[in-house]
């Protein structure tokens, strides 16, 4: 296991608090599990009252089994099978009792069985309905991925593990004060011993279970990176690039490596675990046996009869069993209760307030302004954005320009309010972009970013996603293929707009680049009721004719609304009414491209240069 130096300085806070509030989200997880059912809550209950009372029970009639066999052994001669009779009356009583702790333990079985299956469920989608809360840049911050993947591999399955051994422990803890009234009867000593006789072993297990959570929390980002390679050794869209730049032996090396480690690291700990729970589980089995003898000699002095001697062994084995149960359950929490903790860190995961209720902007038909706006992503040290001033007005197209980093697609974030300014303000109707409500923006703007989502569904429904509120609407997927040029080969596929695309599935069909950007370009056009049109290079895997003709056809499909441009094909850029140059986030040059041409400036070098390119 790594020393604890090795822990990055910001987990040790936490871990303090973990190690205090040992069991601090077990009332959480109670709440977690009867919000999911009731009804399974409660049978699991009585199950456990009833799984803890009737071996206490049963060991009791065992003894008078004893008991009636040696008093009807002394009286056969006279009263022949009669004497039988109390043996057969208990016997009988034994073997309901049996049969109903098997209907117990078999009932307790099922509950969990379905709690497990519920709960699970439930803790995935409270995983999933928090991620889409959270704002793009906590997507981007691999603090946050460490976070969501600890909660995702460990604290699903651990509520209704917590709960079942605090039923557990609940069910135990009836059984070992049942055994521990009978067995004061023979001495108070005897249950004392009994209670102490567990205790190294558990301090032992609680020890090495705040190890092994420390160890869990240290190397989440080698888990992550174990991950990553698995995704990017079995997914088809890295299969290319795998196989030909023989990636695939260095990358599973790698993969072996991280194991490697991670497993030195769960060796050690196993070991030592192991071994100081047999050296102090012996603890256990001598104080066993030393009860045994003393219980032994009780019997032979004639202080207990044979009944109540095998009464009080079976009731000393059971107890130290029912105390090590306990000892465990209480470890296991405790080991619940941390792992518990990423689960509730990931979901108490701030989420920025979004106070907009705004559906009008106050000055209907001024279209889109920035005013100074700056902005620096987080963990950056230089600006992305700086000081942009832009006004662009409905049935206007803007074309951005520069080099890959130079600030464009930030821009476009900024609009879309993935990303809020630092500094300055957008305005969308003379109303900041602050106080529209989340919904009603959105649903004005219908963009298509250079890396578009390619879902592994059916055409389309791809299309579709373009706007949720019509993601089934089969008329609207042919009108916004028609917009986006994609219908003449969707129609060409085996089932049309049903066809399934990407491998994932059964009779999945791939698309060339050039088609999925007309998918996307449909997707956009889904949203009939958006005025702003934002365009990241999506025809960049298109011929430079194929796009020429998207754009007329576009242009004229646009009408009164604002179209935004990001394209490094400047036959495209020039059919847009302002042309605005970004070079390390600032604006350089701003005009139509033949204002810009006449400027002999930056932009006139590089479309001259490009323009060379093609004679």
């Known amino acids: 296991m790594p020393p604890r130096s090795s822990l990055p300085e910001t987990d040790a806070p936490e871990l303090r608090r973990s190690l205090l509030g040992v069991f601090r989200y077990s009332g959480r997880a109670l709440v977690l599990v009867w919000s999911t059912s009731h009804r399974l809550t409660v049978a699991l209950a009585a199950l456990t009252l009833a799984a803890g009372l009737l071996p206490a029970a049963i060991a009791y009639v065992g003894a008078q089994i004893v008991d009636a066999v040696v008093a009807a052994n002394r009286v056969w001669a006279g009263n ?101 009234s009978l067995l004061f009867q023979f001495s108070p000593w005897a249950v004392l011993v009994l209670l102490l006789a567990g205790v190294p072993a558990f301090a032992a297990e609680t020890k090495f279970s705040g190890d092994a959570f420390r160890l869990f929390r240290w190397r989440s980002p080698e888990t992550r990176m174990q991950m990553y390679l698995e995704t990017v050794l079995a997914r088809e869209d890295h299969a290319k690039e795998v196989k030909l730049f023989a990636l695939g032996p260095l990358l599973l090396q790698r993969y072996r490596d991280i194991f490697h480690r991670l497993y030195r690291d769960d060796r050690n700990l196993t070991l030592r675990r192991d071994s100081w729970g047999f050296g102090l589980g012996l603890l256990g089995t001598l104080t066993l046996y030393g009860a045994y003898a003393w219980i032994a000699a009780s019997t032979v002095v004639a202080r207990i009869t044979l009944g109540q001697m095998t009464m009080y062994l079976m009731l000393f084995r059971q107890g130290q069993a029912a105390v090590s149960t306990i000892l465990s359950a209480i470890g296991g929490m405790y080991e619940d209760n941390l792992y518990l903790s990423t689960l509730y860190e990931y979901l108490e995961t701030p989420t920025p307030a979004r106070a907009g209720t705004a559906r009008r902007g106050a000055r209907p038909g001024d279209g889109v302004r920035f005013e100074g706006v700056s902005f620096t992503y987080p963990g950056a040290t230089e600006p992305a954005l700086q000081e942009i001033d832009l006004h662009i007005r409905p049935g206007e197209s803007l074309a951005l320009v520069g080099q890959n980093g130079s600030g464009k697609t930030t821009l476009i974030k900024l609009l879309t309010e993935l990303y809020r300014p630092d500094h300055g303000r957008i305005l969308l109707d003379g ?171 930056h932009y006139a070098h590089l479309f001259t240069l490009q323009a060379q390119g093609y004679r």
């Open 80 to 180: 022949g099978h009669a004497a039988l009779a109390p043996v057969f009356e208990w016997v009988v009583a034994e073997g309901v009792l049996v049969a109903a702790l098997a209907g117990a333990q078999r009932g307790l079985s099922l509950c969990q069985s379905l709690l497990r299956a519920q709960l699970g469920q439930r803790v995935n989608v409270m995983i999933l309905e928090k991620a889409l809360t959270l704002d793009l840049a906590q997507f981007e911050d691999s603090e946050f991925y460490d976070k969501l993947t600890r909660a995702r591999r460990e604290a699903s399955s651990r509520p209704l593990s917590l709960v079942t051994r605090t039923f557990g422990l609940g069910q135990n803890a009836i059984s070992l004060v049942s055994y521990g």
């Open 431 to 601: 109303t900041d972009l602050r106080e529209w409500h989340p919904d009603v923006l959105r649903g004005r703007i219908g963009v298509i970013f250079q890396d578009f989502a390619r879902y592994q569904m059916r055409v389309g429904e791809n299309i579709g996603a373009g706007d949720v509120r019509h993601f089934e609407d089969a008329e609207r997927w042919r009108v916004a293929s028609d917009k986006g040029m994609a219908r003449e080969f969707i129609e060409t596929l085996p089932g049309g707009f049903e066809t399934p695309l990407g491998k994932w599935f059964n009779s999945g069909r791939e698309l060339s680049g050039g088609q999925w950007q007309k998918i996307a370009l449909a997707r956009a056009f889904m949203r009939s009721d958006a005025d702003i049109l934002v365009l990241d290079e999506p025809t960049a895997a298109m011929d430079a004719e194929a796009e020429a003709t998207i754009f007329e056809h576009f242009r004229d499909l646009a009408g009164e609304r604002i179209v935004i441009l990001i394209s490094h094909r400047f036959s495209t850029v020039r059919m847009a009414d302002q042309i605005v140059v970004i070079q390390g986030g600032r604006i350089i040059e701003h005009g139509s491209h033949a204002e810009l041409m006449a400027q002999d400036g």
